[in-house]
């Protein structure tokens, strides 16, 4: 009896599990950015920076497609973490950060040098099964705006960041594309740690009226 | 029959346990004396800024291991930990290049004080990869209802090639370089069960850096 019961029960197990296998293989995955940035080891510049993350930031996500088929393979959500990032970045390079509900400040917000607006501009992904390279990359374009508090615009710059991590052997495509996206956003972290106060407009805004604020370039 | 497949495994348990041949050649370059005084303590970083390949972090790993362990073992910083409290000075696009680049790092005041909290004699600046070729042979594997079982051979060679850059922290100054070649075949053969017998490049590779960095940095390997 017990073995008749088996006999009708394999083959529908079986065909359940094709089933779900062939879901399972059209499905998009879903990977959340996450992980953890150190402060930079810098000296503070003294301003108290505004800043405003566009709704565009806080809710960015990357689809990657399949090329031939056009099915969406991959769905990157990838806001969450770069609020963390500059979270953590901002508070480490100014003396104060107030975070912002809208471009302008409002009345009453206190008093506020300048208004940073980070967003991303573009993303690229390269997955190895489909570069043929046995790397994780990342690249990332970000449109950065410096404002003061009136609107006036004090700076508009373009800023690029890169990571690549190797691929290992039985590693989920979530855990290389996480490790990838980690280097990539210490890139930016680095870059603007080191470069914010040498962007050509920045820097002729803080010595025309913030003499205080510290250039914090490499060597100096 | 059942005797037959524990033999089969059993044999292939202790082919599994021979590893492959595998030859390794250090070259050590030393530029100035060197030695490192009790409380001082170094740390190994991967270059990162190939765009070929990245140094592997988990070779790093068992470089600082093995420079870490045994009677003449040295205080190794772990890599990230120093990364981190370093940020963003040693990331790949920041990291010092030149010793040059490390002289203009050290004017940073936070800097310079944050390597001097780590008591850091050194900075080694280890950078290279392990590449694969000659890969050739087949191995088909079925399973049918009577069983299953895999038949046939595979081949490869690794070669590691790593170099480590040693720069004193007191001088500023690149102080030599420690270079290592191993490379190996590896063989795979499948009768039924596949045997691996694999040639462990990269660990030997390790081993004998780490061992040739130990006895330079202490002044032992001149």
């Not at chain 1, 296998?21 to 998009?28: E, I, K, M």
């Not at chain 1, 040098?113 to 046995?134: C, N, S, W, Y």
């Not at chain 2, 790093?60 to 045994?70: L, Q």
């Not at chain 2, 370089?177 to 017998?197: F, K």
Request: net charge neutral; charged share 15%; glycine share 8%.
């Amino acid at each position: 009896m017990l073995r008749a019961n088996n006999s009708m029960y394999i083959p529908r197990l079986l065909a359940f599990c094709l089933v779900l296998l062939a879901l399972t293989g059209c499905a998009t995955s879903t990977i959340v950015l996450n992980g953890t940035y150190p402060a930079p080891l810098v000296r503070k510049i003294p301003l108290t920076l505004g800043v405003y993350y566009p709704p565009e930031l806080r809710n960015y996500a990357f689809t990657e497609t399949d090329a031939e088929t056009g099915d969406k393979q991959y769905l990157l959500q990838i806001g969450a973490s770069q609020l963390k990032l500059f979270n953590t970045l901002l508070p480490a390079l100014f003396d104060k950060v107030v975070l912002l509900d809208s471009v302008q400040p409002m009345p009453g917000t206190g008093a506020i040098d300048a208004v940073f607006i980070p967003a991303i501009a573009e993303f690229q992904l390269g997955l190895p099964h489909k570069t043929r390279m046995q790397v994780y990359e990342i690249w990332m374009k970000y449109d950065l705006k410096l404002s003061k508090t009136n609107g006036e615009q004090i700076a508009d710059w373009v800023m690029t960041a890169y990571g690549k991590a190797p691929q290992e052997s039985l590693q989920l495509v979530d855990s290389g594309v996480q490790n990838a996206a980690m280097v990539a956003m210490r890139d930016l972290a680095a870059s603007l740690t080191l470069g914010f106060a040498e962007v050509p407009a920045v820097k002729a805004w803080l010595q025309a009226g913030h003499r205080n604020a510290v250039t914090q370039g490499y060597g100096e | 029959m059942q005797c037959s497949i524990r033999s089969v495994i059993g044999i292939t348990l202790i082919l599994a346990s021979l590893p492959a041949c595998t030859s390794t050649h250090i070259d050590q370059f030393r530029q100035a004396a060197t030695s490192i005084n009790k409380g001082e303590s170094i740390v190994i970083l991967g270059r990162r800024q190939n765009n070929n390949y990245d140094t592997d972090g988990k070779f790093v790993k068992c470089v600082g291991a093995t420079v870490a362990n045994g009677n003449d073992r040295i205080r190794v910083i772990p890599e990230q930990e120093f990364l981190d409290a370093m940020f963003p000075f040693f990331e790949p696009r920041t990291a010092p290049v030149r010793t040059a680049h490390l002289k203009q790092l050290m004017a940073v005041s936070e800097a310079r004080q944050r390597l001097k909290d780590y008591g850091l004699g050194y900075i080694v600046w280890v950078d290279g990869t392990t590449r694969r070729s000659g890969q050739y042979g087949n191995i088909n594997c079925s399973i049918t209802p009577a069983g299953g079982g895999c038949f046939g051979f595979n081949s490869w060679q690794d070669d590691s090639r790593f170099e480590a850059e040693v720069w004193n922290l007191d001088t500023l100054e690149s102080v030599g370089s420690i270079s290592t070649d191993s490379n190996g075949q590896s063989y795979l053969p499948a009768l039924l069960l596949p045997i691996p017998l694999i040639a462990q490049v990269e660990a030997s590779a390790c081993s004998g850096l780490g061992r040739q960095l130990k006895q330079f940095i202490t002044g032992k390997g001149t």
